[in-house]
């Protein structure tokens, strides 16, 4: 008995089959961008005459092995940071007539915390066993206290948000003179300029 012939497959269209579903998937597919930290790092120079930072300029955040928040050596909530922070940065403790006084600054002007905002530095440490999502939470706290003063400031002198303009001219959305938007933006940052210290982190639970 004669053996039937195998049918053959056409196999000749698969390749474009193949390139059409390729190109399907990566148009409807969305990718995550990744998400950071924005810190500018410090030049790699050698100091020779460290600043000396008084004690009351001297923001000190410490979260440990548990995630237990510490500021000042005095155990806090995450939800209450930000306005921790707020208050040390905008404290304008310097005297009157002063080199050092703050004319902008709206806090309590305690003479026991910081003299001004160029003086005020927020150090951080954390325990090599804190979580990411706290590490990150912390971070964000900070930062958003940095913000609502700028924030602050810069609708006081120019009338718009200081985060708004500076996320437009990010992404190439902003519709006006963006040198001079950016001169202000610089100017903002002076007036509070970020002063983040991060120590090195504590080895597990001490």
């Known amino acids: 008995m004669a053996r039937r012939a195998t049918p053959e497959v056409n ?3 698969m390749a474009d089959i193949a390139f059409l579903l390729l190109i399907f998937f990566l148009v409807t597919t ?7 930290i924005a810190r500018q790092l410090p030049p790699d120079e050698e100091i020779q005459d460290p600043p000396i930072i008084k004690q009351k300029n001297l923001f000190i955040v410490s979260v440990n092995k548990d995630d237990q928040l510490l500021v000042e050596d005095e155990l806090m909530k995450v939800g209450d940071l930000r306005e921790a922070a707020i208050e040390f940065l905008d404290n304008g403790g310097a005297p009157n007539g ?8 709206k806090g309590a002007r305690d003479p026991k915390s ?10 951080v440490q954390n325990d090599r066993l804190t979580s990411y999502s706290m590490y990150i939470t912390v971070q964000n706290e900070l ?25 437009a001219i990010d992404e ?4 006006g003179n963006e040198d001079d938007a ?5 100017r903002i940052q002076k007036l509070f ?14």
Do not use: H, M
């Open 30 to 36: 969305t990718i995550e961008k990744d998400k950071g």
């Open 11 to 13: 196999a000749g269209s």
């Open 98 to 105: 002063s080199p050092e006084y703050c004319n902008y600054c």
């Open 172 to 175: 190439g959305s902003f519709n």
């Open 143 to 167: 930062v958003a206290a940095y913000n609502f003063l700028r924030n602050r400031e810069s609708q006081r002198l120019f009338g718009w948000k200081f985060t708004e303009v500076k996320q």
């Open 182 to 186: 950016q001169e202000k933006l610089e």
């Open 114 to 123: 910081s003299d001004n905002p160029e003086k005020a530095v927020i150090s």
């Open 193 to 206: 300029p970020l002063k983040l210290s991060e120590a090195e982190p504590k080895k597990n639970g001490q």
